[in-house]
C-alpha cells in the first residue's frame, strides 16, 4: 500500500527542492551591500510625508468589498452556464433569484452614493 504513495512524495520532495533552491541561491551568491538609500522607506519614488499608520476613509474598503462581491458573482456564473442543460427550469430560477439579490445589492449602493468618489 505505501508503494502506490511513493510518487507523491518524491513529487513533493521535488517541488519542495526545485521551490526552495533559487531562493538559497540567491540568499548565498547575491551581493549584500546595504546603504542609506536602500534602508530609507520607500513610497511612490518620493520620502514619506506621513505617517504611515494613517486612518484610511471607509470608501476604500467598501469598494474592495463592492469588487469582492462581484467577482464572486461571476465565479459562480460560469459553472451554472456549464451545466444549465442538466439543472434545468430549478437552476435557472435559483440563478435569476441569486442574481435578483445581487442586483438590489447594488441598486442600494449606487443610491447610497457608495459609488461616488469625490
Do not use: H, T
Request: aromatic fraction near 20%; include cysteine.
Amino acid at each position: 500500500m505505501l508503494e502506490n504513495y511513493f510518487p507523491i512524495l518524491v513529487f513533493l520532495v521535488l517541488g519542495i527542492f526545485f521551490g526552495l533552491m533559487p531562493l538559497m541561491a540567491g540568499m548565498l551568491l547575491a551581493p549584500n551591500r546595504p546603504d542609506s538609500d536602500k534602508l530609507s522607506p520607500y513610497e511612490c519614488g518620493f520620502e514619506a510625508f506621513e505617517d504611515s499608520r494613517m486612518k484610511f476613509d471607509v470608501r476604500f474598503y467598501l469598494v474592495a468589498i463592492l469588487f469582492i462581491i462581484f467577482d464572486l458573482e461571476i465565479a459562480f456564473l460560469f459553472p451554472w452556464a456549464v451545466v444549465l442543460d442538466e439543472i434545468g427550469m430549478f437552476g435557472f430560477i435559483a440563478m435569476v433569484i441569486f442574481l435578483g439579490i445581487l442586483v438590489i445589492g447594488f441598486i442600494y449602493e449606487w443610491k447610497k452614493g457608495a459609488l461616488e468618489w469625490e
